[in-house]
């Protein structure tokens, strides 16, 4: 257990410009999240992938937002026109999602730290 | 996802037991009860799960009230690194998990 992967671990970017961030989870999990996490917050949901389909997107990404698993092994979330608000952590997660679901822990990264000057 | 309500900060001393509180009145049947915590600069990382049977693991004890609608995480002999926001998450039928604000544990040497 490599554990999950993210890259890059900090991003500055200037308003306006997309980044795009990766996640390797690990290998035998089927289901991937990204989450976003700003100071003082708990982390917000934002999607989760089984396998290669995105099953469930939460109203807090706008269209502005996009994410692909499209082998159903690494993710890429990409943010265009980045706004100041945008600033945060990403972090992603993975856990095996088949059978009793319930029970399997979420293990995620230690997270994309984006700064959008 | 049903909501739980956590003390936003409790205090420790090292090497005593700490019991952080969860309430989560609106439970439904089908809901497990998580715990996650987050360590400075890290992800959040699991702790522990119950549904109905107090549990027990390596880390911690998660003690859960007959009628489901509170439940204790139970941490035996604090230590410093045991600092960290511990998050209560009801894990519905969904999968995902939908955090709080989470208690910020301090201990103390």
């Known amino acids: 257990d490599t554990g999950v992967s993210q890259d890059p671990r900090h991003k500055i970017t200037k308003r306006g410009q997309n980044v795009t961030f990766r996640c390797d989870p690990i290998?035998?999990?089927?289901?991937l999240y990204w989450y976003r996490q700003t100071l003082g917050q708990g982390p917000e949901f934002l999607t989760y992938?089984?396998?290669?389909?995105?099953?469930?997107k939460s109203r807090l990404l706008s269209d502005r937002f996009s994410a692909e698993r499209p082998k159903g092994s690494f993710s890429t979330l990409e943010i265009q026109r980045t706004e100041q608000g945008d600033s945060a952590m990403y972090l992603c997660?993975?856990?095996?999602?088949?059978?009793?679901?319930?029970?399997?822990?979420?293990?995620f990264g230690n997270g994309t730290r984006l700064t959008v000057t | 996802d049903a909501k739980t309500t956590q003390p936003n900060s409790m205090e420790s001393n090292e090497e005593e037991p700490v019991h952080l509180p969860c309430n989560h009145s609106t439970i439904s049947g089908t809901d497990y009860i998580h715990w996650y915590r987050q360590l400075p600069s890290q992800g959040p990382e699991y702790v522990i799960h119950g549904l109905t049977s107090n549990v027990n693991n390596r880390m911690a004890s998660l003690a859960i009230a007959e009628d489901r609608k509170s439940s204790t995480l139970i941490l035996h002999r604090a230590t410093l690194r045991d600092a960290a926001v511990y998050y209560c998450?009801?894990?519905?039928?969904?999968?995902?998990?939908?955090f709080g604000k989470g208690t910020k544990l301090s201990v103390k040497p």
């Open positions: 997660a993975s856990s095996r999602g088949w059978g009793d679901h319930y029970n399997s822990p979420l293990h």
């Open positions: 992938f089984q396998n290669e389909a995105q099953l469930e």
């Open positions: 290998s035998e999990h089927n289901r």
């Open positions: 998450i009801l894990r519905g039928s969904q999968g995902n998990l939908i």
